[in-house]
């Protein structure tokens, strides 16, 4: 099926790094022009977006207006977002949730047939399409279905992307400020036998999601160390907006659970209110939108209320809410709090913030080019320009199917002008050490998630994040040299994947200054 010159090189028009809704659904309308290959670092399942809860916003219903969702939008993200993009992403939501609908997605509808809707903090209509509390896991399952029946779709799971190719694999000094960088595929670490193979693409498209486990508390599944962003960074292609890492106010307080279950924004939007130990609703004191104010309101709120009560948590009242709609629109999260002998029907649910969403990311723009030649992105690990300093809920899978219909179209365009680069050599790394020394790479991936816990999180400082690049030099410099002395494998990479992450994230929390937000500096109010 592919141009295979011997066993570790391979050729593709189109490669795609991740298997969540940016990559399965840009697979698909590639697939129709060229052979495809597909590589995710575990199973083809295992993504943040089968994990999604709350649903997919768009514009669906006669009450609401793209205008309604533009401003909400804006108003969420502090007006940081470039409002061409938010006009352009909301106007095309509609049509690409017809595509998911098209690829056999089903979305939850009333008894008269019409979607039932729900809403979520800074929505100010309900306009939140969903499956159940299990939006992201019907996504997955009918894109997955797809790109398994389709002829033009190689899968590749458990390889590891390591590296993209560029000039610099060719010998050739590339400069962050100059340039011109050209990327010709990846290097990918076959997880089942070790070997590193050679991918040859016309066209890379990189969605392989969020950073969650660059901290210790998190919704993210472990695949979720910013991988992509990294590879992008080391490449020198243009990064930005790093600071705006988003924490989801209400995840189950559960300590020896990873990733932290979610408890979804949805039920506040059906009633659930915040209380504190003392039974008292405390969110009206921070904004007049109380339970339902944007989430960054609302997880600072709780980071406040816990250290001024002293507690680990705050708590959810979702007694209010029918036996009826816990049944039929929260049927998951009413097992898991029954599973751990919370009965929703009378005792509040113990919450806690987690690190959730990463607004910035590999800066790309409306054509979906990344600042490399060939290379497109979409999904979480990109930074269009939707968000501004933060993202209303359900903006995220929506932003994602958007963009990578407007990434299959262009690069269906560019391969055309695209010839495969036959010089590429295969992966040289001289590292020698079987990785015995695991215990180097988990230890230090701990310290870096509490680094970035204590000091990079919901509430930042100057001396915090001082104190955080300190600390993490000393991270870097022993783990790049474990990483020049061992055999690559995934836990190294996933480690200074991470640490560039961290440093990152650092280094533009300083920049930013001034809290705005997701981005909240007590030094810079
Ligand atoms: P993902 O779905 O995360 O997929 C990333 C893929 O990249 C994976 O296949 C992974 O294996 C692969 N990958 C990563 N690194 C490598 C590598 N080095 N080599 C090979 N493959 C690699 N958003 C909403 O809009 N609405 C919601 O209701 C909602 N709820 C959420 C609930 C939870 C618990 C979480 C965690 C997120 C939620 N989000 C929600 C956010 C949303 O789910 C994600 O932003 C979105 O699904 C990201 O999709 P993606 O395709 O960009 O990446
Ligand atoms: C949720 O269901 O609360 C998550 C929604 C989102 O992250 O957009």
Sequence with gaps: MFLDSNKMK??????????????LSYALKV??????????????????????????AAVTDKFDSYEKHINDTLIAGANLNDESIVKMVVQKAPSSIKSLMDWGTHFDKKSDGKLDLAREGGHSEYRILHHKDNTGFEIQRALTEQ??????????????????????????????????????????????????????SKSTFIATGGVGNVFQTTTNPTIATGDGIAMVYRAKGLIENMEFVQFHPTALY??????????????????????????????????KRGSLAPRDIVARAIDSEMKSEGENFMLLDGTRITALEWEQHFPNILKKCSDLGIDVRKDYI????????????????????????????????????????????????????VYSEIAAENSVESIKNVNYNVDIPEWNHKGTNEPEEMILITQNHKELMQIMSNYVGIVRSDLRLNRALRR??????????????????????????????????????????????????????
């Design 472 to 525: 993490l030099e000393i991270i870097y410099e022993e783990t790049e040299n474990l990483y020049r002395r061992s055999i690559v494998s995934k836990e190294i990479c996933e480690l200074r994947n991470a640490i560039n992450i961290a440093y990152l994230t650092i280094k533009m929390a300083k920049q930013r200054g001034k809290s705005i937000g997701l981005h909240y500096n007590i030094d810079h109010l």
């Design 10 to 23: 391979k050729y593709t028009q189109f490669l795609v790094l991740g298997s969540g809704i940016a990559g």
């Design 254 to 287: 559960n300590p020896l659970e990873r990733p932290s279950f979610l408890i979804t924004e949805a039920l506040r939007g059906s009633g659930a209110i915040l209380k504190n130990h003392k039974n008292e609703t405390f969110m009206d004191k921070y904004d």
């Design 350 to 401: 113990p919450v806690i913030p987690a690190a959730h969403y990463l607004v910035g990311g590999i800066k790309v723009n409306k054509t979906a080019r990344s600042t490399i030649e060939n290379l497109f992105a979409a999904g979480e690990v990109t930074s269009t320009g939707l968000h501004g300093a933060n993202r209303l809920a359900s903006n995220s899978l929506v932003e994602a199917i």
């Design 147 to 200: 790109v398994k029946n389709h002829n033009n779709i190689q899968v590749l799971e458990y390889h590891f992307a390591i590296d993209i190719i560029t000039q610099h694999h060719l010998g050739q000094k590339i400069r962050r400020k100059t340039g011109g960088v050209e990327c010709y595929g990846v290097y990918a670490l076959d997880l089942k036998t070790d070997e590193v193979r050679t991918i040859i």
């Design 31 to 56: 697939a129709k022009y060229g052979k495809v290959i597909l590589l995710t670092k575990t199973r083809l399942e295992e993504t943040n977006t089968s994990y999604a809860q709350g649903g997919i």
